[in-house]
């Protein structure tokens, strides 16, 4: 698929099949791109001190209270709500993962979501991000299915990780859906890498741009990715225009998408640094 730079601002619509008799693309190749200006939904991190809590809610443990150690995915980390693991400070969302022994658990870290705050259908969603490093830290930024009346549970309710990133490959960072059929270790996912530059060394933006059957990741003004409906497995369904997602900050520690613990040279405290998410239609 090839690579398109966007304007970060601005409202249009652009269908690449226009341009095929004058670059000669296959048909495979037609791309839907297009970019939202209404900004509604937003949090510049201005104010010192805990989340902004007509914002954000936290998740708290280390997931067994749902039934699912590890939330699911082997994670080694206890979520909490402290400010230890969780605050803002100088125009940061800071969300911070310590070595330590706490309810059972032999690290913490934070988790903030915006379920049951701020919930919606389509858009582009982004935030600007500096990421930790060191093996084992697995920091993301995604959106989740409404799943409040507990009827339609994952991966019926969908799941788009605008950015997954795995600490020991500072250079990489992923896409992801999961859905019925195409969830976890076959979930659709396409890998973005930096040249000459790392994810833990500066801020980047990080989003997608969803619409009906279609949603598009990027990094900084680089689209990297698309996927549609003709992307999933055959027979599978595509619940992406389905209902209601919120979104999600997390740093988790461990796990079976990270694949490999801490080691000897992580070193702790791992911070993410969140300096704005906005949401625009």
């Given at each position: ?6 304007n ?5 619509f ?22 939202f200006?209404n900004l ?15 914002k954000?809610?936290?998740?708290i ?15 080694l ?9 969780v605050k ?34 389509y ?8 990421l ?14 409404d ?34 059929g195409?969830?976890?270790g ?15 060394t500066?801020f ?11 949603i598009n ?12 409906p003709?992307?999933?497995p ?13 979104m ?27 300096d ?6």
């Open positions: 698929m090839k690579n398109f730079k966007m970060n601002r601005g409202v249009y652009f269908l690449l099949a226009s341009l095929l008799v004058t670059i000669g693309c296959d048909l495979n190749e037609t791309q839907t791109v297009t970019t200006e509604v939904w937003a949090d510049e991190f201005d104010t010192p001190g805990a989340p902004d809590t007509s954000w809610t936290y998740d443990g280390d997931g067994t209270a749902q039934g699912i150690p590890g939330w699911g995915n082997n994670e980390q206890y979520y909490t709500d402290r400010m230890d693991n803002v400070e100088n125009g940061n969302l800071v969300i911070t993962a310590l070595r330590e022994s706490y309810a059972g658990a032999n690290y913490t870290s934070g988790k903030v979501l915006t379920k049951g705050l701020f919930q919606t259908k858009g582009r969603f982004e935030a600007r991000i500096k930790p490093w060191g093996q084992g830290l697995w920091p993301a930024f995604w959106l989740l299915g799943d409040s009346n507990g009827s339609v549970v994952w991966p019926q309710i969908g799941e788009i990780d605008i950015m997954e990133y795995r600490g020991q490959e500072p250079t990489i960072t992923h896409g992801t859906i999961h859905g019925p195409y969830a976890a076959n979930a659709v996912t396409k890998e973005y890498e930096l040249q000459n530059d790392r994810f833990d500066d980047h933006v990080f989003g997608v741009e969803w619409g009906p059957d279609y990741w990027y990094v900084d003004d680089v689209l990297y990715n698309q996927i549609t003709n992307d999933i055959a027979g599978t369904e595509w619940v992406f225009n389905n209902n209601e997602f919120y999600i900050l997390n740093v988790a520690v461990g796990g079976t998408f990270v694949g490999l613990p801490p080691n000897a040279n992580t070193v702790f405290p791992q911070k993410m640094y969140v704005y998410v906005r949401v625009y239609q």
